[in-house]
């Protein structure tokens, strides 16, 4: 059987650019998609001066779409300020690979959302962030959908692992349904802290869970 697959998006799946960690970033997100309970982080290194990221990489949890759209989209980013980066789309790296599946348009979606939201982790970890509304419990609600929930790979709210959500003057509480000494616990907590604290007008985050 021969794979739908351009030569392009095989080429990047075998050889793919620019993947692992950086130590140290000055960005840096993981992103789940809803759609299938992949993940995808992305890690920039950003020069203050000229606001260009200056370095980038990528670890997939995803399959060969996302592994090749990561790889496609680090190296469009590279060089280009966060303004230029931001607006690169998940079309313009489907193109860039010579087109896609229609059925894994969302893998493009999940490695292009990481890095908008390693973008945006270094503009709210340096004070960039120019729309600054009020944070809700909407805002946090949104941020959870995008960590997952490890037991089911599926994210924490979709899971109703989410108990509760408090946000009040500069606080954010949020409740978890597990037990503190549960294995994925600390993980859990560690990836909300990372998603809430850098919301420009929260000073604390407290995870709480539930036994
Ligand atoms: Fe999950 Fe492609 S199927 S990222």
Known sequence: MKFPYSEIVLEHFRHPRNVGRIEDPDGKAMEGSPAC????????????????????????????????????????????????????????????????????????????????????????????????????????????????NPLTGLDLIRTNLVRDIEVKDGTVRVVVALPAGHQFAPAIREEILEKVETLWDVEQVLVEFTE
């Open 37 to 148: 309970g992949d993940m995808v982080a992305v890690y920039i290194k950003v020069d203050p001066k000229t606001n260009c990221i200056t370095d980038i990489k990528f670890e997939s949890y995803g399959c060969a779409s996302n592994i090749a759209t990561g790889s496609i989209i680090t190296e469009l980013a590279k060089g280009k300020t966060l303004d230029e980066a931001k607006k690169i789309t998940w079309k313009e790296a489907a193109d860039a690979l010579g087109g896609l599946p229609p059925i894994k348009v969302h893998c493009s979606v999940l490695a292009v959302e990481g890095l908008r939201a390693a973008i945006r982790n270094y503009e709210e970890r340096h004070g960039l962030v120019k729309e600054k509304e009020p944070t809700t419990v909407e805002e946090v609600r949104r941020r959870l959908r995008r960590v997952m």
